[in-house]
């Protein structure tokens, strides 16, 4: 079970706006870490949305936006698109007695209607 | 624009041991700033990060997979490479490998992954 805690689907028509949520704790999220999101389209490798909570990586469409706040984050999508069907992951690190390690969340399957 | 790009055994016997190598191109694995990532995904569920390499050597993995687990490099042949020793079924993946940016923590590129299936 993943320490960072996403729904296991959404879904929106064409056009409208969705959220997914990252939820972490204090040894992740809300110790400080950045929080990353990657798209993983079906048979395909993951790629990298947003960065460092809030940034796009050149040639990702401003319809894809993050935020972060305290022990959580969010991923954005408007004026959603047929080809946004896909699953979305967030990722951060966790600090434990072991040291830090990265974390992924469990995964958000995004249907577009 | 750098390249990753996995091969290696499809097919492991159970108790064996798994091995893959992650050949980069387009960019030196010996660049400051980066480190050297493997991550995991079994069919149908998510991703889980397994470790990662600097060019130095130095290696971080998974706790969960520590015991199991060798990470190394071959800066001559700009690759790296991953061994899991006394694999299960439940090592049944497909594997990626990826670069991981050294201050912001974020995977980007990755290879285009490789299944292994663990099964006699």
């Known amino acids: 079970q993943s320490v960072l805690t996403q729904p296991p689907s959404v879904s929106g028509a064409p056009g409208q706006r969705v959220t997914i949520s990252c939820t972490g704790s204090s040894s992740n999220i809300g110790a400080g870490y950045d929080v990353h999101w990657y798209q993983q389209l079906p048979g395909t490798a993951p790629k990298l949305l947003i960065y460092g909570n809030s940034n796009r990586p050149s040639g990702v469409p401003d319809r894809f936006s993050g935020s972060k706040s305290g022990t959580s984050a969010s991923l954005a999508i408007t004026g959603l698109q047929a080809e946004d069907e896909a699953d979305y992951y967030c990722q951060s690190y966790d600090s434990s007695l072991s040291g830090s390690h990265v974390l992924f969340g469990g995964g958000t399957k995004l249907t577009v209607l | 624009q750098l390249q990753l790009q996995e091969s290696g055994s499809g097919l492991v016997k159970p108790s064996q041991t798994l091995s893959l190598t992650c050949a980069v191109s387009?960019?030196?694995?010996?660049?400051?700033?980066?480190?050297w990532s493997w991550i995991r995904q079994p069919p149908g569920k998510g991703l889980e990060w397994i470790g990662y390499i600097y060019h130095s050597g130095s290696t971080y993995y998974n706790p969960s997979l520590k015991s199991r687990v060798t990470i190394s490099v071959d800066r001559s042949k700009n690759q790296f490479s991953l061994k899991v020793n006394s694999v299960t079924a439940a090592d049944t993946a497909v594997y990626y490998c990826a670069r991981e940016s050294y201050v912001l923590r974020f995977f980007d590129p990755w290879g285009q992954g490789t299944l292994v299936t663990v099964s006699s």
């Open positions: 387009g960019g030196s694995i010996s660049s400051d700033g980066y480190s």
